[in-house]
């Protein structure tokens, strides 16, 4: 089965750099994505790492590391409107080959402070 | 472009009745979800459908039934609603493409059930 690890709650401040972690169990690895989820909003796609690396966009960067079964998002120059919870997830798998099934963490809920 | 959307938004309801949370979606994607999501459980998937006529279970499918007779429908019923059911319900959708990454998520409904 696939499973996934996220803190629950991270703290940071406006202006700041903030790195949220998951890490994942998997029998078959189909690379990491990243949602974001504003208080009372749905779950919006950030990013997504098939490959080991960095991928930017914007303020935003997540990294993948498959050898750890390690990735994270990374938020830099954090504003007040990057308060929300941001999930990790994984494709599930089937006999072998990739679902468009995803698993999702538990979520991370960042609070932004002035 | 209304793109993926949901009805009702907010719904009450008695122990023992029945309830159908609707789903729409105007992109033509084959996959569609449904999730539930409570407070320290994420997003858990409880049926998910690969096209019209073609649906499966995911992690929490017991108690709830759908069905998928056209590709932008995807109904979700609770045959019979009980207060562990109370929750706030995504759909999402996806497309066929392989390794498609990104789930389009509708507004969410949120279900009590008294």
Redesign the interface.
Known sequence: GQSLEQPSEVTAVEGAIVQINCTYQTSGFYGLSWYQQHDGGAPTFLSYNALDGLEETGRFSSFLSRSDSYGYLLLQELQMKDSASYFCAVRDSLRGGATNKLIFGTGTLLAVQP | DAGITQSPRYKITETGRQVTLMCHQTWSHS?M?WYRQDL??????IY?S?AADITDK?EVPDGYVVSRSKTENFPLTLESATRSQTSVY?C?S?S?LA??????????TRLLVL
């Open positions: 996959y979800f320290g459980h994420g997003l858990r998937l998910y690969a995911g995504f999402a996806s066929e390794y498609q990454e990104t789930q389009y998520f509708g507004p969410g």
